[in-house]
């Protein structure tokens, strides 16, 4: 039994401060990653350098959850402003991704695991999630907290 409880609640996550998180994971060749949030869309600016750095951007609409594991599927993916990026590629960063916290399944989606982030005292059931300006919105379905 927690020492509190709630039905639901309603939350918003700073892009600011999950942009600081992302670049404490980025992996090589990566050499930059930014987020951006506009309503309805997020999109992923950055670049990767093999021979010359490659300028690349990912656009994701949408955000589904499920406990506290979450999906983002890719909408699309281009490099040098404009160029398509195949989906088959993105195969290629699987094993560069830090296992603990995200995986990739077919087709084009990151699936990231929230557990990580959650104090060891709180549980939590994640509803739903909305990318807006400046961020996401979520929406945490019953669950509790104790003491530490």
């Given amino acids: ?4 409880e709630w039905d639901s609640i309603d939350v918003r996550v700073r892009g600011e401060r999950l942009n600081e998180i992302v670049a404490g994971f ?14 309805g869309l ?8 093999k021979f010359i750095s490659v300028p690349f951007t990912v ?7 499920n406990g506290t ?12 402003g404009g160029i398509p990026i195949p989906r ?11 296992r603990d916290l995200v995986t990739f399944e077919e087709p084009a989606t990151f699936v ?5 982030f959650l104090p060891t005292f709180v549980s939590a059931d994640i509803q739903r999630i909305w990318i807006i300006d ?3 919105a979520v929406t945490l379905g019953r669950g509790g907290a104790d003491l530490p």
């Fill in 112 to 116: 990231i695991s929230l557990d990580r």
């Fill in 26 to 39: 980025r992996v090589d060749p990566i050499e930059k990653i930014t987020l951006r949030f506009f309503n």
């Fill in 88 to 98: 088959f590629l993105f195969t290629l960063v699987k094993s560069r991704l830090p």
């Fill in 1 to 4: 039994m927690n020492l509190i």
């Fill in 59 to 65: 656009e994701i609409a949408e955000i589904t959850s």
């Fill in 42 to 49: 997020l999109r992923i600016e950055g670049s990767v350098k």
């Fill in 69 to 80: 594991t979450v999906r983002v599927p890719v909408k699309s993916a281009a490099a040098f």
């Fill in 134 to 136: 400046g961020g996401l």
